[in-house]
């Protein structure tokens, strides 16, 4: 593809010196990473909002497909969002959340059980999990209790 002309551009670079050489390379990169958040959500917006310390979907019901997760931090400790389940693993939200902050987490769900929890400290066990059903199928009761 690109390489072709990148060669060419590069021999005649180098009988100029190896800097230009540098100088073409360098130049052939991406302008500049974009940021994060302004990208578009791409599928279905789910709101994740997280306390503590408990996570809360703003919508149940879940078909395969799409979806961008928004992970809020409306708690008062540090959180993230992670996700696991077919052909999602173990997919979660960079860093951890500030109280406050946010992230987002695109996914493609298949069909089954997803396991949406916290992975910061032991938050999973004090009531940050849950799990989530794809398929239509009834919603298995939350396995982790209360
Ligand atoms: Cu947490």
């Not at 997280?50 to 997760?69: C, E, V």
């Not at 951890?96 to 493609?108: E, F, K, M, R, W």
Request: with cysteine; glycine share 14%; charged share 10%.
């Amino acid at each position: 593809m690109s390489i072709r002309r990148a060669a060419r551009h590069g021999a005649h670079a180098l009988a100029i010196g190896t800097a230009a050489v540098f100088a073409a390379a360098c130049g052939g990169t991406t302008p500049s990473s974009p940021p994060t958040s302004a990208a578009a959500p791409a599928g279905t917006s789910v709101t994740a909002t997280m306390t503590d310390y408990h996570i809360a979907l703003s919508q149940t019901s879940f078909t395969p497909g799409k979806y961008t997760f928004n992970a809020v931090n409306s708690g008062k400790t540090p959180h993230a969002l992670e996700i696991n389940g077919p052909g999602v693993v173990n997919q979660r939200t960079p860093g951890t959340l500030q109280p406050g902050q946010s992230a987002t987490l695109t996914v493609t769900l298949g069909t089954g059980s997803y396991e949406l929890w916290c992975p910061i400290d032991g938050h999973k066990g004090l009531g940050m999990d849950l799990t989530v059903t794809t398929g239509g199928g009834p919603a298995p009761s939350s396995p982790s209790g209360y």
